[in-house]
Structures are given as C-alpha cells and as structure tokens.
C-alpha cells in the first residue's frame, strides 16, 4: 500500500510538471509568433532575420513542408541531427572535466572529493566551449546576415568538437583564432556547411599545431593549474603516453588507456566514453561503422607488420596499443565519419577508413617527431575522399558496361 501510494504521488507530482512545460513551451511559442512580423523580410528589423530564423528553428521543429515535386516527409532535420552527435560527445566531454581535475590534484598529490575534482575541471573546461561557442557562432550569424542566407547548423557540432581536441591548457586567444581560421577558410569561404572538403574542428587544431606548435606539439603533457616550484604555471611540461610510446618507455596499461586515466586533451583520453557515443551514432545511423571499422583496419594491418620489422622503439609497440594512444579512438569515432567530407559511397568509405588508419599509424612509427598522426591523416583522406568516390563509381559503370557487353553478345 505504501509503495502504490508512493508511485501515485510520483505520478501526481510528474502529470503537473509535464503540464506546466507545455504551458510555459505555449507560452514561449505565442511569443515568437509575436515577434516573428518584426524580423520578416517587411519588418523593422528585417536584417536580423537569418538570426531570428535561426532560434526559432533551434527552439521548435519548423512547420514548413514542400508543397510540390518529389520529397521526404520527416520530423528529422539537420538541427535535430547536429543534437544527436552533441548527444554522443557527452560522455567525452564530462570524462573530460573529471579528468582534468583529476590529472590536477594527482600531479599535486592533493587528496580531494569527487565533486571537487568535477568543479576544478568544469571551471578549466568550460571556457574553451564558450570560446569555442561564442566566436564560431558569432561568424556563422554574421555571414548569414552579410549573405542574407539561413544560419547553417553545422557549427552546433563543431563548436563542441573543438574543445575536446585541444589542450586543456590553451590560452584562450590562441582558441578563439583557430576557431575563426576553421569557420572562415575552412566553412564559409567554401560555402558553409556541407561544402566544406576539410573538417573544420580538425583545421582549428592544425592552426593551433602549426602557429603555436609549442602548445600542441604532442609531446608535452597538459594539466591545467599545476604548482611547480614557486607560483603557479599553465601547464606542466613531462612526456605524454604517445611521446613515452616513441621512445619506448614508462607507456600506460591498457586498462589506464581504455578508461582514460592519462593526461592529454580533454575529450580524447577515454576510449571507453568514446565508444559510448560510437554506440549511439551507429544505433542511430548518424555515423558510418564501414569507416570506423576499416579504420581500425588499417591501423592494426600497418601495426602488425611494422611489428615484425622494428628499427625502433614505436615500431616495437602492439599494433592494438595505436588504437586507444593519443586521438585514433576520437578521431575515427567523430571526425574521420563527418559526412561532408568522408567517402560517399559504400566501397569508398571502407577504403577511406582503412587509408585513415594505416596512414595514421604510418606517420607515428616512421616520424617519432610527430607522435599523434591521426589528425594530418584524417585531413589528407578528406581531400582524397572526392578521388576515391570518382574511381569506385567508374570501376562500377565500367562493370556494368561489361556485363551488358557480354549479355549482348551471348
């Protein structure tokens, strides 16, 4: 009787919350229509229009639908889309936060509560993704409205996938000016999104990579507000797993590897968290397992035959060990199956993803400098990704000729 009586009151309490959402999602509804005549095409401020646009359709599915010619009826559209991903980032980004205070208070050998070390890292972390945020956006609205054209939702991901691919570390300026490299050369100067041939998230990092490589260079270790000695610096200098890999010592277990207890960037570190959002992506269809799964190809096909041919230290390491060091886990999962600039057809993308990964792994055994690899791999696959789709299509036309040619002459 209690329990029933306890599931009641739940229900209770929950039929009158649901019943205020609806009231104030009505009430927030009757107002943009409101506004909506000042911010048309007639209206007063009719130069913010993409911007009115833009949060009207972020904030409620749009009510438009074709009304001739061929079509789809969905409630799906790429904001929608865009959410899913932002969805599957999750976990990267809230390990992120965990594991930069815990990288903090280890290094300092400071003993803190759960919370404690959440909040540390929340306060480092959070200020990248409102950089990130606020300067991409900030172009993406200004373009619309210099273009008069919609604000491209693209941005939604992007803005997200920055700051998990960076230091903890960075300083701030030198964020906010790879992100308006990657919106401006990267997106709008192609079009904006879905014309862009190079993953803009990716371009932000190489900016950082080549104008401040001491900042990104791989090599050094980033844990945010470490005390060194006297004061307080920004980051701590030591080697990173990748560096330690390439040299052949003092390299992480697996299970440190795969859960991600390790230093390094904020949303690349945890294999396990990023394999929670491969779930979804794929559950989903979002994302393309052909490319993830001849990604991982390819890298253990390069792994193990280096392995059998060791001139040095990296080439001595498991192949397997390639697939949860440094970024491969992130960048196979969320960045080498962007579809705007991966293979489109089904053979390309195994061939896509399996290049990605053994090229990845080729610039770490055979150029130790450079210990990461999976960036520059996943951008020199973006700009092959328009070749490949060419060769598999005309292998397929040259097929069918030839099936037809032998029809004919039987």
């Known amino acids: 009787m209690v329990k029933w009586h306890g599931l009641h009151l739940a229900d209770k309490y929950l039929t009158k919350a649901e019943g205020y959402s609806k009231k104030y999602i009505n009430l927030l509804s009757l107002f943009t229509q409101k506004i909506k005549p000042t911010f048309s095409k007639v209206g007063k401020l009719s130069f913010l229009h993409s911007t009115f646009e833009a949060f009207e359709s972020f904030l409620f599915v749009p009510n438009r639908v074709t009304r001739k010619g061929a079509h789809i009826r969905d409630a799906n559209d790429l904001k929608r889309v865009m959410t899913v991903v932002i969805l599957a980032l999750m976990p990267t980004l809230l390990f992120g936060m965990w594991n930069t205070g815990y990288q903090h208070f280890l290094s300092t050998g400071t003993h803190v509560g759960f919370l404690a070390v959440c909040w540390y890292g929340f306060l480092k972390v959070i200020p990248l993704v409102i950089v990130s945020y606020a300067v991409g956006l900030g172009i993406e609205f200004a373009s619309a409205q210099i273009r008069g054209h919609e604000v491209n939702e693209g941005f939604l991901v992007t803005g997200m996938l920055i700051p998990l691919i960076m230091p903890v570390d960075v300083p701030l300026w030198m964020l906010a000016i790879s992100v308006a490299f990657a919106v401006i050369i990267g997106k709008e100067v192609f079009g904006g999104t879905g014309m862009n041939i190079w993953n803009p998230a990716l371009l932000a990092r190489a900016f950082l990579f080549f104008a401040y490589p001491s900042h990104i260079s791989g090599g050094t270790v980033w844990i945010a507000g470490l005390t060194k000695g006297v004061g307080v610096v920004d980051g701590f200098s030591g080697a990173t797993p990748l560096a330690n890999a390439a040299a052949g010592i003092d390299i992480p277990s697996l299970q440190q590897l795969f859960m991600g207890l390790i230093p390094g960037s904020v949303g690349e570190t945890s294999t396990l968290a990023i394999l929670l959002g491969a779930a979804l992506l794929i559950f989903t269809g979002i994302a393309s397992w052909k490319i993830m799964l001849s990604c991982v190809v390819g890298a253990l096909g390069v792994g193990f035959l280096v392995n059998g041919v060791a001139i040095n230290p990296y080439m001595e390491l498991p192949a397997y060990y390639h697939l949860l060091l440094g970024g491969f886990a992130f960048g196979t999962v969320f960045m080498a199956?962007?579809?705007?600039?991966?293979?489109?057809?089904?053979?390309?993308?195994?061939?896509?993803?399996?290049?990605?990964?053994?090229?990845?792994?080729?610039?770490?055994?055979?150029?130790?400098?450079?210990?990461?690899?999976?960036?520059?791999?996943?951008?020199?696959?973006?700009?092959?990704?328009?070749?490949?789709?060419?060769?598999?299509?005309?292998?397929?036309?040259?097929?069918?000729?030839?099936?037809?040619?032998?029809?004919?002459?039987?």
């Open 337 to 410: 199956t962007d579809p705007v600039t991966a293979a489109q057809t089904e053979m390309g993308k195994w061939i896509y993803g399996f290049l990605i990964g053994a090229v990845a792994v080729t610039i770490r055994v055979f150029n130790p400098g450079y210990p990461e690899g999976m960036m520059l791999a996943i951008l020199l696959m973006n700009t092959f990704a328009p070749l490949i789709d060419h060769y598999v299509v005309q292998v397929s036309i040259r097929r069918r000729v030839q099936r037809v040619q032998l029809i004919v002459s039987k």
